[in-house]
């Protein structure tokens, strides 16, 4: 029998790849600004190792020009270059990426900062371009080549000519159809906000000519164009400077450009791990609540870069739905560029990465509520209501990351507490920690059932909120206290006398008891005696895990 090979439709594989890869066609230029950073860290890499190589930081950059006669864009660097091979091996073959094997044959540990390695980045240009060409001359060689191609059909190689070493990239920009536009990567302020977006941290200046106006000299009402170069990546990112290099206004004006909110974040954590997973973050607790917060429409997510450069706006995975009020981004070198949302998931390194930084999270609220209550209270005020769901989700497996972040309001303090300072107070022989459950302080105040507990001297948390109950639920106790509803059946209080004693029994008694159990039937399941009742003739209690307030929740929740 004979062997065949598949065939496949190159061109239309082609498409089907960078359209599954990419989500936005503009991250072409990020894909080609990256590819250059990379061609420069080359040079600079051999500058190290080989003496006769000089690094001279101010004669490499990347430079961006648009011409919107020819309708070409054009991407030039003065990284290392490709030679005749290497264009026909690193272009002319999908998915194989000279970056990779650069790593491999320098035995260059992954940590350093090149970062392709998937070998499709390139071909995104497609996505704008009808054609692409490619001229470049390589470090160490007088000659020059001229790579072209139209797609996937192929390419063509020739000789031409280039006085410098380096690689110019350029793009014959698609015309505009009916439904698809491309103009805009002609325009100038285009082109510099979707470098400013994804590529501001690329190490080595992107420079672009800028057309300006200015008051022709002599003339006061006459203008007059001029271009200047201007260099439009700012370069050193915020998160790669030191600590002791920053200020708070840093930090916080790094929140508003980033437009995480509109307030002033109650906390900044700048993190700079390294060892199994290297990743520098800057991450933000706010202080209000974002106005679509608790709908469906908010999504949370952190930034992710590859070394400086912008993979995904808002990353999911980096933060548990508990802490998803946090704001920021996460740099890190062990990532790939090219990685899709679907394998991101997956990625062992992401998950290490979230782990930490939700243990940082933690323990860094954990300090603001030791050293800056006021604030604390702030935040909580706004998200507290959050950190209760997470208690309540996933069965209280989190109960340990959340339970000391919780507060709730003191009969006693008249103010927020948390429950490690509740059960520090409890008096010895006091066994639960106890709650009651009202629309607000005001009216539970007002609770007849609060009465025993409150003239034992015990405190009371008040629970205004649906979820406060449910939350506690899961959580069962804290530190083995266990917590106790001041209306639920037994508040482990009552003596054993207290319990024999006109426990309603008598004949009188239980006549009266039966004919309100008659009035009030289907309403009630029971009429009691109760020794709780200081002031109040009578109270509600529920026997069961529910609690009336629980019920009453659970009854107005649609199906
Ligand atoms: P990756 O960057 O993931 O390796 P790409 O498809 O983006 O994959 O690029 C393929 C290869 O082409 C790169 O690995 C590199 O060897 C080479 N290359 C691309 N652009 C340049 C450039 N501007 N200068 C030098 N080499 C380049
Ligand atoms: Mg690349």
Redesign the pocket.
């Known amino acids: 029998m004979e062997k065949k090979e598949f065939r496949a439709e190159s061109k239309r594989l082609l498409d089907l790849m960078i359209n599954s890869i990419y989500t936005h066609r503009e991250i072409f230029l990020r894909?080609?600004i990256?590819?250059?950073s990379?061609?420069i860290d080359k040079i600079y890499y051999k500058a190290l190792t080989d003496d006769s190589l000089r690094f001279d930081k101010d004669s490499y950059y990347i430079k961006i020009v648009p011409d919107k006669k020819n309708r070409t864009l054009r991407i030039s660097?003065t990284?290392?270059?490709?030679t005749k091979e290497?264009l026909e091996e690193?272009?002319g073959v999908i998915a194989?990426?000279?970056?990779?094997a650069?790593k491999k044959e320098n035995e260059i540990k992954d940590s350093y900062e090149i970062?392709?390695?998937?070998?499709?980045?390139?071909?995104s240009a497609f996505m704008v371009a009808d054609t692409v060409t490619v001229i470049?001359r390589a470090l160490g060689s007088n000659e020059a080549y001229k790579w072209e191609s139209q797609g996937a059909d192929g390419y063509t190689i020739e000789p031409c000519e280039k006085d410098t070493v380096g690689?110019d990239?350029i793009l014959k920009i698609k015309e505009n159809t009916e439904d698809e536009k491309y103009d805009e990567y002609l325009e100038e302020y285009r082109l510099k906000s979707i470098i400013k977006k994804y590529s501001d941290f690329i190490r080595y200046p992107i420079k672009m000519d800028i057309t300006r106006r200015r008051l022709k000299e002599g003339s006061e009402n006459e203008y007059e164009d001029y271009v200047e170069e201007q260099i439009i990546n700012s370069m050193v990112p915020i998160w790669k400077k030191n600590k002791n290099e920053l200020t708070a206004e840093d930090y916080e004006n790094f929140y508003s450009e980033k437009h995480y909110g509109f307030d002033k974040p109650v906390k900044y954590i700048h993190i700079n791990a390294e060892g199994t997973v290297s990743y520098r973050a800057i991450l933000f607790i706010p202080e209000s609540i974002p106005f679509d917060y608790y709908t469906r429409e908010y999504e949370k997510g952190l930034e992710l870069y590859s070394n400086g450069v912008l993979i995904m706006n808002k990353c999911p995975d980096l933060l548990p739905d508990y802490f998803s009020f946090v704001k920021g981004m996460v740099d890190s070198e062990d990532l790939s560029?090219?990685i899709s949302r679907e394998m991101l998931q997956h990625d062992r390194q992401l998950k290490l990465i979230a782990k930490n930084i939700k243990n940082k999270i933690k323990s860094e609220l954990e300090a603001l509520l030791k050293d800056d209550r006021e604030k604390y209270e702030k935040f909580y005020k706004s998200f507290g209501r959050q950190l209760k769901y997470g208690v309540y989700s996933d069965f209280g497996s989190n109960k340990d990351v959340l339970q000391d972040l919780l507060m709730f309001y003191s009969s006693k303090e008249k103010k927020l507490v948390t429950l490690n300072e509740y059960v520090s107070r409890m008096p010895e022989e006091q066994k639960y920690i106890y709650y009651a459950t009202g629309e607000s302080i005001e009216r539970i105040e007002k609770l007849p059932q609060t009465e025993l507990v409150a003239e034992k001297g015990y405190e009371i948390l008040y629970f205004t909120e649906d979820i406060d109950e449910f939350a506690i639920k899961m959580l069962m106790s804290y530190k083995d206290k266990e917590f106790k509803s001041v209306s639920s059946g037994d508040l482990g209080i009552e003596t054993q006398e207290d319990k024999n004693n006109g426990n309603g029994d008598d004949d009188v008694s239980k006549e009266l008891f039966n004919h309100m159990k008659n009035l009030l039937a289907g309403k009630v399941k029971d009429v009691r005696a109760s020794k709780r009742l200081k002031h109040h003739p009578v109270c509600f209690s529920s026997e069961g895990e529910i609690s009336i307030e629980m019920e009453k929740v659970l009854k107005s929740m649609p199906n």
């Open positions: 894909e080609l990256s590819n250059a990379d061609a660097d990284g290392i270059g490709m290497e690193n272009l194989k990426s000279g970056s990779l650069f970062i392709g390695q998937f070998g499709v980045g390139f071909y470049s690689t990239i560029l090219n």
